[in-house]
């Protein structure tokens, strides 16, 4: 099994910057990961995929955060990174992390609320 804990959310003025961290857990089980992503739910919105990274290192990024966010992993503490700058009002959800396996099957953390204020 995997287990995701996210942290790092929290109350931002607009065009500051927050980090968000995903703690993966699991018993002989993390070298199947094979994409790690975050998504993100705003009130009253459909989840939507705002960056993800592959086991490869390879990058990809929701067009609304290109330029504005950076995914990344630490391979030594299996923890996962989304470091997001010049935030926006309309970057205002909660923020889940996901694991693929190389089989397919989905991991979802529980959430942290990220909430940017004009």
């Known amino acids: 099994q995997v287990q995701l804990l996210e942290s790092g959310g929290g109350l931002v003025q607009a065009g500051g910057s927050l980090r968000l961290s995903c703690a993966c857990a699991?018993?002989?089980?993390?070298?199947?990961?094979?994409?790690m992503s975050w998504y993100r739910q705003a009130p009253g919105k459909e989840r939507e995929l705002v960056a993800a990274i592959t086991r490869g290192g390879s990058t990809n990024y929701a067009d609304s955060v290109k330029g504005r966010f950076t995914i990344s992993m630490d391979n030594a503490k299996n923890t996962m990174y989304l470091e997001m700058n010049s935030l926006k009002p309309e970057d205002t959800a909660v923020y889940s992390c996901?694991?693929?396996?190389?089989?397919?099957?989905?991991?979802w953390g529980q959430g942290t609320q990220v909430t940017v204020s004009s």
């Open positions: 699991a018993s002989r089980i993390i070298a199947s990961i094979n994409v």
């Open positions: 996901k694991a693929t396996l190389f089989f397919g099957r989905d991991y």
